[in-house]
């Protein structure tokens, strides 16, 4: 049986898992998957080494209407029933809070931490931890490690950090913590090798996903991000508005009376490109879409997004490359070219035809700012520090 870490990243109704091995020190994927739909559709679908699908016949036969405790010691026996020996757990935790600038080993007292700011991100935190919990339940020798979306961000100052709100406020916590820090981390670690020594210099990251955000660099640490307090803040996303006047929360539950729970369902779920569309959050319909909705959807979140690289310049003092990353950034010429195409006051121009094949380096020649195109890939970034903290490969 060849030893291996677990990587996991649970969700409300889904649970990704990656499963790393190592036999020569370098650490790589060997099984990857997705539990989606869990609590009402369960559907199991999984990769090999190779990025092969795992034939339907061999896959975890799951009920539908599976819940995240049953799944978990399903899903560890069933990647031991692949001849693999887990060794250690690693897990995306959203909130590490302040104290945290690095993944940390799981303890009774971490947990209890953690456990104190799922305030700060109820749509994540209780099922990032509980399935740190299950794991716990089902083996409890193993070791495992959280790693934080806020993590990387804690190399900003103090003014990056801070909303203008009383001071007491900033003291008891109501912070910019920023997220997707996995993500920056990732693609910190790929810069050297894709700008060489510029990748000490000023880069904005645009991770453009479902959820989206950016982070300006420099030195290829984080200076200032997009996102905030929760989630909710900066670029428009899939369903999450971004940057929003306060007052129209104030509005909408004073003038509309309508609940806390309502406003933030709107604001969570319902708005982004699927609420201005009126479709879906899915870019690639909205693309193949000609309706006038979802033209202007998409030509929003460029719009925003473009705003906000330009607000994330100034933090930097100049820009020396921008890197799209995420589903959004990685795959959709189309929003790369119509964010750019606002940028060319900052010395951006693109290559088109590089741009339309998805290239690792997609600007012309000629452009002051180089503009790249990075997978992400936060598992690794998970595995990796799981390695370090949890347990060494055999
Ligand atoms: P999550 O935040 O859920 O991890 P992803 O990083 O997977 O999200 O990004 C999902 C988004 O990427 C969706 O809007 C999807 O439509 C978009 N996307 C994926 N592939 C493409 C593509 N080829 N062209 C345009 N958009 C794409």
Same mark, same amino acid.
């Given at each position: 049986?060849?030893?291996?870490?677990?990587?996991?990243?649970?969700?409300?109704?889904?649970?990704?898992?990656?499963?790393?091995?190592?036999?020569?020190? &370098? =650490?790589?994927?060997?099984?990857?998957?997705?539990?989606?739909?869990?609590?009402?559709?369960?559907?199991f679908?999984?990769?090999?080494?190779?990025?092969?699908?795992?034939?339907?016949?061999?896959?975890?036969?799951? &009920?539908?209407?599976?819940?995240?405790?049953?799944?978990?010691?399903?899903? =560890?026996?069933?990647?031991?029933?692949?001849?693999?020996?887990?060794t250690?757990?690693?897990?995306?935790?959203?909130?590490?809070?302040?104290?945290?600038? @690095?993944?940390?080993?799981?303890?009774?007292d971490?947990?209890e931490?953690?456990?104190?700011?799922?305030?700060?991100?109820p749509?994540? $935190?209780?099922h990032?931890?509980?399935?740190?919990?299950?794991?716990?339940?089902f083996?409890?020798?193993?070791?495992q490690?959280?790693?934080?979306?806020?993590?990387?961000?804690?190399?900003?100052?103090?003014?990056?950090?801070?909303?203008? =709100?009383?001071r007491?406020?900033?003291?008891?916590?109501?912070?910019?913590?920023?997220f997707?820090?996995l993500?920056?981390?990732?693609?910190?670690g790929?810069?050297?090798?894709a700008?060489?020594?510029?990748?000490?210099?000023?880069?904005?990251?645009?991770?453009?996903?479902?959820?989206?955000?950016?982070? &300006?660099?420099?030195?290829?640490?984080?200076?200032?991000?997009?996102?905030?307090?929760?989630?909710?803040?900066?670029?428009?996303?899939?369903?999450?508005?971004?940057?929003?006047?306060?007052?129209?929360v104030?509005?909408?539950?004073?003038?509309?009376?309508?609940?806390?729970?309502?406003?933030g369902?709107?604001?969570?779920?319902?708005?982004?490109?699927?609420?201005?569309?009126? +479709?879906?959050?899915? +870019?690639?319909v909205?693309?193949?879409?000609?309706? &006038?909705?979802?033209r202007?959807?998409?030509?929003?979140?460029?719009?925003?997004?473009a705003?906000?690289?330009? $607000?994330?310049?100034?933090?930097?003092?100049?820009?020396?490359?921008?890197?799209?990353?995420?589903?959004?950034?990685?795959?959709s010429?189309?929003?790369?070219? +119509?964010?750019?195409?606002?940028?060319?006051?900052? @010395?951006? !121009?693109?290559? +088109?035809?590089?741009? *339309?094949?998805?290239? !690792?380096?997609?600007?012309?020649?000629?452009?002051?700012?180089?503009?790249?195109?990075?997978?992400?890939?936060?598992?690794?970034?998970?595995? *990796?520090?799981?390695?370090?903290?949890?347990?060494?490969?055999?």
């Amino acid at each position: 049986m060849s030893e291996a870490i677990l990587v996991l990243n649970a969700g409300s109704s889904s649970l990704k898992f990656a499963v790393y091995g190592g036999a020569s020190g &370098a =650490l790589v994927p060997v099984l990857r998957g997705k539990v989606a739909g869990i609590g009402t559709a369960a559907v199991f679908s999984a990769r090999d080494g190779v990025g092969a699908a795992v034939p339907e016949a061999d896959l975890l036969q799951i &009920a539908p209407e599976i819940g995240h405790d049953a799944l978990i010691p399903l899903l =560890l026996a069933w990647i031991a029933g692949n001849g693999v020996r887990i060794t250690s757990a690693g897990h995306r935790v959203v909130h590490g809070g302040r104290a945290h600038a @690095g993944p940390a080993k799981v303890s009774a007292d971490l947990l209890e931490e953690l456990e104190a700011l799922v305030p700060l991100a109820p749509l994540h $935190q209780p099922h990032n931890l509980d399935a740190i919990r299950s794991v716990a339940a089902f083996a409890p020798e193993l070791p495992q490690v959280a790693c934080f979306d806020t993590s990387f961000h804690r190399t900003q100052d103090r003014l990056a950090q801070l909303f203008a =709100l009383p001071r007491e406020m900033s003291e008891a916590g109501i912070l910019r913590y920023g997220f997707h820090g996995l993500s920056y981390d990732y693609i910190a670690g790929r810069l050297p090798e894709a700008l060489g020594a510029r990748a000490e210099g000023r880069v904005i990251v645009a991770h453009l996903g479902n959820g989206a955000s950016m982070c &300006a660099m420099r030195g290829r640490q984080s200076v200032a991000t997009s996102m905030g307090f929760t989630a909710l803040d900066g670029l428009m996303m899939g369903q999450r508005c971004g940057a929003l006047d306060p007052g129209v929360v104030l509005y909408l539950m004073q003038q509309k009376g309508m609940s806390a729970e309502a406003v933030g369902h709107v604001l969570y779920e319902k708005s982004g490109l699927a609420g201005v569309s009126g +479709m879906t959050n899915d +870019m690639t319909v909205l693309q193949a879409s000609d309706s &006038a909705e979802a033209r202007e959807a998409i030509a929003l979140f460029c719009y925003r997004a473009a705003g906000e690289l330009a $607000q994330l310049v100034a933090a930097i003092d100049g820009l020396d490359a921008i890197v799209f990353t995420a589903g959004i950034g990685e795959n959709s010429a189309e929003v790369r070219a +119509m964010i750019c195409d606002r940028l060319g006051w900052l @010395g951006v !121009t693109l290559d +088109m035809q590089a741009n *339309a094949a998805n290239a !690792t380096r997609i600007s012309a020649a000629g452009s002051a700012v180089a503009v790249l195109v990075i997978p992400t890939d936060e598992e690794a970034v998970i595995a *990796a520090a799981t390695h370090r903290l949890g347990t060494d490969l055999g």
